[in-house]
């Protein structure tokens, strides 16, 4: 073989093998948390994408000011937790009054929502923060497929469990 050639079928089978690489998974460990909030790590690395890299990044807001926590594989945003308080009376409900979503159905007697790329819930928790007596808490597949919804719902009640554990909610 020539070595141009050789050098050609040496750059196709490194650009095939980059190309390919990304269909074997994660190549950074599957965290078992959102931003510090306890997760259920299999169902992480489903939802997460694949690549080189994970960063999460809370920002400046804190758990009581309704923290805003990215999870970015390789710079770019994958899995989002966002939270914000309400005053008391705020339900799930009013969570989408100006927020659209297509196939949103209620779970466990209206406790958890979800639609095909992410769940919410509602937490009680009056006295934790400044900003209100109840937090609305969302986490979102932003590159979601087929199987978001349902790995969604499955992370979501031990997620929203610690989250509300976290922040330190009466039962």
């Known amino acids: 073989m020539s070595p141009k050639r050789l ?6 089978t490194i650009i095939l ?3 390919s690489s990304s269909n074997d998974g994660l190549s950074y460990p ?7 909030i306890p997760a259920d790590k299999k169902v992480l690395e489903s939802l997460l994408d694949d690549g080189g890299e994970l960063e999460q990044d809370t920002g400046h807001f804190t758990l009581e000011e ?3 926590c990215h999870m970015y594989v390789d710079g770019n945003e994958s899995v989002v937790s966002d939270a914000e308080w309400h005053e008391s009376g705020y339900r799930l409900r009013d ?3 100006t927020y659209e979503v ?7 007697g209206g406790e958890y929502a979800s639609w095909n790329f992410g769940v919410a819930t509602v937490i009680s928790c009056p006295g ?6 109840v937090i609305a808490v969302e986490v979102n597949d932003l590159k979601w497929n087929k199987k978001s919804q349902a790995l969604l719902e499955k992370l979501v009640p031990s997620y929203f469990d610690a989250y ?3 922040l330190g909610c009466q039962s």
């Open 66 to 68: 309704g923290q805003f």
């Open 30 to 36: 599957a965290p078992d948390n959102i931003c510090g």
């Open 128 to 133: 934790v923060s400044e900003k209100g007596d």
């Open 17 to 19: 093998t980059a190309c």
């Open 7 to 12: 050098l050609t079928a040496t750059l196709l």
């Open 102 to 108: 297509k196939n949103l159905r209620y779970l466990r």
């Open 164 to 166: 509300k554990k976290k």
């Open 95 to 97: 969570h989408f009054l």
